[in-house]
């Protein structure tokens, strides 16, 4: 068990440099069927989830590394953060549609840098299960949903699915308030649609303002020269 763990921790520190899989937005189907997997299993769901789908009888496995660096998986369930893997499936091979949740509870996710990998632990061969077995991932990222497809046979390492970043929770929840009253504004007519755009665009150059250098670049090569 051990040195199973010290090849995951390999594997994952070596995916680091490795590119993230190409994401879409989550399609209505795979939604869909996440839903009812989650409720058959009794599962939660909030606005910060990781969630891994398969077709077949095999033992696949989610892992994600919190900002903190800490890793849940089958062997860490809870982590100190407040995360959780609240389904573990085909343990042993008892679906063929199975679902894995990383879940934390609603508003309460840290913020920073979250990264997925999908494992292929086993491979049943009582039930005939074929390689590779196509998965997907669903993230919600603070009400960012995206969809990601992958697939793994027995004996590949493990693999990196996704990075995304999540602002603070006292940030999200401001964030959220804010997008509420100015939906509640539009609804009420107290607030045009245009002067909405039109405070977006001013946010958008505040925050290109904010990011431009303090010392302007041909000045200061200009000044290395003189030096």
């Known amino acids: 068990m051990a ?25 209505a189907e795979a939604m869909k069927e996440l839903k009812e997997r989650l409720e058959r299993e009794g ?11 398969w077709n077949n009888y095999n033992d696949l496995d989610i892992h994600v590394v919190c900002p903190s660096g800490e890793r849940i998986h089958g062997g860490n369930r809870h982590s100190q953060c407040g995360g959780e893997l609240d389904v573990d499936a085909n343990v042993k091979p008892a679906t063929k549609k199975p679902v894995e949740n990383v879940v934390w509870p609603e508003g309460k996710a840290p913020g920073g840098v979250y990264r997925a990998y999908v494992h292929h632990y086993k491979k049943h061969k ?13 993230v919600n990222a603070g009400g960012n949903l995206s969809e990601y497809e992958a697939k793994l046979s027995a004996g590949d390492p493990i693999k990196l699915i996704c990075e995304f970043t999540l602002e603070p929770p006292e940030e999200r929840a401001r964030m959220a308030l804010e997008a509420q009253a100015k939906l509640e504004g539009l609804e009420s007519g107290d607030l045009d649609a245009t002067e909405l755009i ?9 925050v290109h303002a904010t990011n431009e250098p303090e010392i302007d670049p041909l000045a200061a090569l200009m000044e290395e020269d003189e030096n």
């Not at 599962?43 to 789908?53: H, R």
Request: avoid cysteine; charged fraction near 40%; glycine fraction near 0%.
């Open 3 to 27: 040195a199973a763990e010290a090849e995951r921790l390999a594997e994952i520190e070596t995916q680091k440099t490795a590119d993230e899989l190409a994401s879409r937005q989550a399609s």
């Open 198 to 206: 039109e405070q977006m665009d001013e946010t958008k150059t505040e």
């Open 126 to 138: 009582k039930r005939r299960a074929k390689d590779p077995t196509p998965f997907k991932v669903i």
């Open 43 to 53: 599962a939660k769901s909030s606005d910060v989830q990781i969630s891994l789908i």
